[in-house]
């Protein structure tokens, strides 16, 4: 059983309010990740970190910005909200150990831009 | 360009009789790949996996074959249960980095 958690699972927002999407594992895992996903599409990452002090940007653009100073701590922040990032933001965590890429999934954050 | 494609928006199948998902990849640094399912709200859970030294990897009822020289994968689930009606996503990696998705699969069993 992983234990991942992301607050708050669901959140209707108005335009231009920062927002901090929070993502914890207790599992010790030194990768994190940031995926979004509309409906019916792939996920895709727009931010990862390998470790403390360490975040890379994903494969697709985020105006969203992300910090790792604990182990087990990964929040995402959007500094001003449009209704274009409206989506589901997934967190996830890893052992990172190589070739072997299972990663763990938080519950998600439905976000609503109105 | 997407490097892990599910073809199959959506399958439909019998309770009891045997679900076949579909995976094709272009990258072939991929050397180890997974399949999730994801409930709606929920985030997706790990299934199976397997490493490109292997060409069948099975789990109860669930068996991801992997075939190399056709860049392909499947996922069999038999028998099938309503419970298995999820979106189902394959994924990949090279030497242990990040994951790539696949758009995945709605799989909905019928009673």
């Known amino acids: 059983e992983a234990d991942i958690y992301q607050t708050p699972r669901y959140l209707v927002i108005g335009t231009g309010k920062k927002i901090t999407l929070e993502c914890s594992q207790t599992?010790?895992?030194?990768?994190m990740y940031w995926y979004q996903q509309d409906p019916g599409m792939e996920l895709h990452l727009i931010h990862y970190?390998?470790?403390?002090?360490?975040?890379e940007k994903g494969d697709l653009s985020s105006e969203s910005t992300v910090s790792r100073i604990r182990t087990e701590h990964f929040p995402l922040t959007l500094e001003s909200a449009r209704p274009s990032h409206t989506s589901q933001y997934l967190c996830?965590?890893?052992?990172?150990?190589?070739?072997?890429?299972?990663?763990?999934f938080g519950p998600g954050t439905r976000l609503l831009v109105l | 360009d997407q490097q892990v494609k599910q073809n199959s928006p959506s399958l439909s199948v019998q309770e009891g009789r045997i679900s076949i998902l579909n995976c094709d990849y272009t990258?072939?640094?991929?050397?180890?790949f997974l399949w999730y399912k994801k409930y709606p709200a929920e985030g997706p859970t790990f299934l199976i996996s397997?490493?490109?030294?292997?060409d069948k990897n099975e789990d109860g009822r669930f068996t991801v074959f992997l075939n190399k020289s056709a860049k392909h994968l499947s996922l069999h689930i038999v028998p099938s249960q309503p419970g298995d009606s999820a979106v189902y996503f394959c994924?990949?990696?090279?030497?242990?980095?990040?994951?790539?998705f696949g758009g995945g699969t709605r799989v909905l069993v019928k009673p």
């Open positions: 996830a965590s890893s052992e990172g150990q190589p070739f072997v890429e299972t990663q763990y």
């Open positions: 599992m010790g895992h030194d990768k």
């Open positions: 970190s390998y470790g403390v002090n360490s975040t």
């Open positions: 990258n072939s640094m991929f050397d180890y």
């Open positions: 397997i490493s490109s030294i292997k």
């Open positions: 994924a990949a990696s090279e030497q242990g980095n990040k994951l790539t």
